[in-house]
C-alpha cells in the first residue's frame, strides 16, 4: 500500500493526543441482515470491527448502499446487529441515549418547536432548569450563526440553517459522540463548504469524538483524523487510513496542502480501481 | 407566514351563499310549486323556529348530543389511530375490522341500535360517535405512520421513552393529519346528528325538520335546512380557526381557504 505513504506511520503512533489513547466506541464483529421487499436475505454489513478512540474525528466513507449509515445507527443503539456488538466506554450498546448524539440528513427537527424550542428539547428532557437551559441555548443557537432566528420555525429556514439548528439541538444535551449521519449531504456545495469549517471550528472547542458519515472523499479528508474506506455491499471495512494533517486545519491553506491533496487523490483511486492499484493511469 | 391576501377572497364564500340565495329564489318563484318555497319565505320563517322555546330546546339538544358524541369518538379514535400507525401488531388487528365497518353508512346501523339502545340520546349519540370515529382513526392512523423515523430517534437519543415519544413526538408531528380528520369528522358528526333525528324521531334539528314536513310546512322545513346548514358552517369555521392556530408551524395545505374562517 505504498500508494498512501503516511499510513505506515501513522500506524505506529496514535493519531493524536500521545499518551493514554482510550477507545471510546469499539465495533465487535458487526454484521447485519436485511430482508429486502422480495423477502431475501440482504448482508449490508459483514463482520466489522474497528476501535474509535476517544476525541477523535473518524470518518466512515463509502459509496451509497454499502451499509456505512447502518454502521452509524446501530452505535447509536438505533438498530441492533444481526451479528456482533457494539460498545461504549466498554459498556455493551443496547439502545439510544444521550452519551450519542446523532445529526441527520433529514435533519430531523421537531416542525412544531421554533428553534430555541428544538435546542432546548434534549436539556429540558435531562431536567435542566428552563431558565437556566434557555441560557445554554441561546448561547449554542449564536455559536452555530443562527442569532436572530431564535423564534422561527423550520420551514421558515434553509436546509444549511436547519442542519445548524440541529446541530445544536444535539449538542445541548452535550453527548459524548457525535453521530453524523451524511448531515451535509442534502446541502448545496457553498452551504456544504461554510458547515464543514463551521463543524471544524465548533469541533475544536471540545474535540469531541466524531463518528462522521459521508460520501464525500474532501470531506472525509478535510474532517477527519481516520477514514475508515468502505467496499460496496456487503459493506465491509477496506483501508482505515490516518489523515496525518496539522489542525486547526484551515480550508484555505488544505486546499493548496500537497498532503491533503495526495490523501484525496489517493483515496478516489481507490475508489476507481478496485483492489487493483494505479490501473486507471 | 401567512398567505398573501388575495383580494376578495374573504368576500368570496358570502357571495357564493348569496348568489345560492337568489338562484334558489328565481327556481322557486319560476317553478310556482307549493313545495318549493321561494328562499325569502324560507328566511322570513327562521326567526319563528328560533323564537320558538320548543324548537330552541329540540336544537340545543341536537347540539349536546353531537358535541359529546363527537369529543368521545375523538378522545378514542386519536390514540387508536396513533398506535395502530406506529405499531404494526396494532395495525393488523384493526385494520380489517375498520374495512368492513368503513363503507357501511352509520345511520344505516340506527334501526338496530335503537333496537337495542332504545330511542334516546344513546343511541342517537352512538352513531355520532361512530360516523366521527371513522376519519379521525384513518387521518391519525396515516399521521402517525408517516411521522420521520429520524424525529423518532432523535427523541430517544435524548432520553425519552416510547411512551413519551408517543405523545411528545408523534402526536405533535401528526396532529395536521389529525385536526384535517377531525374536520372531516365535525362535518360527518353533524350529517349523523340530522338523519339518527330523522329515524328515531323523538327530539332534535332533524325531528323539527320532519315535523314540519308531515304538517306540510314547507317554508318551515327549508328554514330549518338553512338553520342546520349554517350550523354546520360556522362549527366548521370555528374549527377551521382552530385548526390554522394549533398547525401554524406546518406547511401551509391551501393556498384558497376552503372555509369561511
Known sequence: MNVLPSRTEAKAQPVRAPGQATAMIEIDHVSQMFQTSARQDHLALSDISLTIEDGAFVSILGPSGCGKSTLLYIVGGFVSPTQGSARMKGRAITGPGPDRGPVFQEFALFPWKTVLGNVMYGPRQQGVKAAEAEAQCRALIEMVGLKGFEDFYPKELSGGMKQRVALARTLAYHPEVL??????????????????????????????????????????????????????????????????????????????????????????????????????? | MRSRFIPGTRAAPWLACLGLLVLWQ??????????????????????????????LINILASQRRMTIGFAVAIVVSVPLGLMMGRSRAVASFFNPLLMVIYPVPKAALMPIIMLWLGVGDLSKTLVIFLGVSLPVIYHSFEGAKSVEEKMLWSGAAMGLSAAQRMVRIVLPAALPEILTGCRTGLVLALITMVTSEMIARQSGAGNILFNALDMGEYDLVFAMIIIIGAMGICLDAMFETLRARLVRWSEPQFDMPLSFS
Do not use: C
Not at chain 1, 179 to 190: C, K, N, Q, T, Y
Not at chain 1, 248 to 253: A, G, I, L, V, Y
Not at chain 2, 26 to 54: G, M, Q, Y
Open chain 2, 26 to 55: 328565481i327556481a322557486a318563484l319560476a317553478l310556482k310549486n307549493d313545495s318549493f318555497p321561494t328562499a325569502w319565505a324560507a328566511i322570513r320563517a327562521i326567526p319563528l323556529i328560533l323564537a320558538d322555546k320548543e324548537a
Open chain 1, 179 to 281: 453521530l453524523m449521519d451524511e448531515p451535509f449531504g442534502a446541502l448545496d456545495a457553498h452551504t456544504r463548504t461554510r458547515l464543514q469549517n463551521d463543524l471544524l471550528n465548533i469541533w475544536e472547542r471540545d474535540r469531541k469524538t466524531v463518528l462522521f458519515v459521508t460520501h464525500s472523499v474532501e470531506e472525509a479528508v478535510f474532517l477527519s483524523d481516520k477514514v475508515v474506506m468502505m467496499t460496496r455491499s456487503p459493506g465491509r471495512i477496506r483501508e482505515i487510513i490516518d489523515i496525518d494533517l496539522p489542525r486547526p486545519r484551515h480550508r484555505s491553506e488544505l486546499l493548496l496542502d500537497p498532503r491533503y491533496q495526495k490523501y484525496v487523490v489517493d483515496i478516489e483511486r481507490m475508489f476507481d480501481d478496485g483492489p487493483v492499484q494505479g490501473s486507471a493511469l
